[in-house]
């Protein structure tokens, strides 16, 4: 069975400082990933997907960036933190056909001091 | 626990029709309701979110209903065209999305 692994599951950051979080899925090959955001008092919103190692894809300009090392492994990185920065993020793997069902991980609550 | 229904499941359309998508949820206590939008391969894009304290939300074609009391809101698309074809998803906090309804537009 497949499962998506985050971490760390919170953390807390002051302004500033750098960002790395860190996702992977287990038991299937090849899955789309994809980066959400919930700040507080909004939805989810997708951040950056990838359909391939090394290939990603923004969907909104921020501090934040991501990278795909390995097939089963996506990072949210940034160099500096911004306040805006907290919030819940979720990272998913998707099949990529048909309706493409999205599977999320645990989540991490980033709180930016 | 929360469970959050959509229907239909699929509706196929002509080009120009106004249409309605439906999402129900058993708990009313939320703060809040998503709609999203996925393409085939692609991540979900939010299209209206509102709070518990809204009745509804416009944007553009896209108007979406929220009456907690019911468990219930609608998403309408007037106008409707091919681009919308996607699958619309629900999703109410926390992170409990509705199975989604594709939507095929025809020209």
């Known amino acids: 069975s497949q499962t998506i692994h985050q971490w760390p599951a919170t953390l807390v950051q002051p302004v500033g400082s750098p960002l790395s979080l860190e996702c992977t899925v287990e038991?299937?090959?090849?899955?789309?990933l994809y980066w959400y955001r919930q700040a507080a008092g909004r939805g989810l919103q997708l951040l950056f997907y990838?359909?391939?190692?090394?290939?990603i894809s923004s969907e909104v300009p921020q501090n934040l960036s991501a990278s795909r090392p390995q097939d089963r492994q996506f990072i949210l990185s940034s160099k500096k933190l911004l306040l805006s920065d907290s919030g819940f993020y979720l990272c998913?793997?998707?099949?990529?056909?048909?309706?493409?069902?999205?599977?999320f991980g645990p989540g991490t609550r980033l709180t930016v001091l | 626990k929360q469970e959050v229904t959509q229907i239909p499941a699929a509706l196929s359309v002509p080009e120009g029709e106004n249409l309605v998508l439906n999402c129900s949820f058993t708990?009313?206590?939320?703060?809040?309701l998503q709609w999203f939008r996925q393409d085939p391969g692609k991540g979900l894009t939010s299209l209206l979110l509102?709070?518990?304290?809204?009745r509804e939300q416009t944007s553009g074609r896209l108007n979406a209903s929220l009456d907690k009391s019911s468990g219930r809101s609608t998403l309408y698309i007037a106008a409707s065209q091919p681009g919308d074809s996607a699958t619309y998803l629900c999703?109410?906090?926390?992170?409990?999305f509705g199975a989604g309804t594709r939507l095929t537009v025809k020209p």
């Open positions: 998913a793997w998707g099949t990529g056909r048909g309706t493409d069902t999205q599977y």
């Open positions: 038991g299937t090959s090849n899955p789309n």
């Open positions: 990838s359909v391939g190692i090394g290939q």
């Open positions: 708990d009313s206590a939320i703060y809040n």
């Open positions: 509102i709070q518990s304290s809204q």
């Open positions: 999703a109410v906090p926390d992170m409990r």
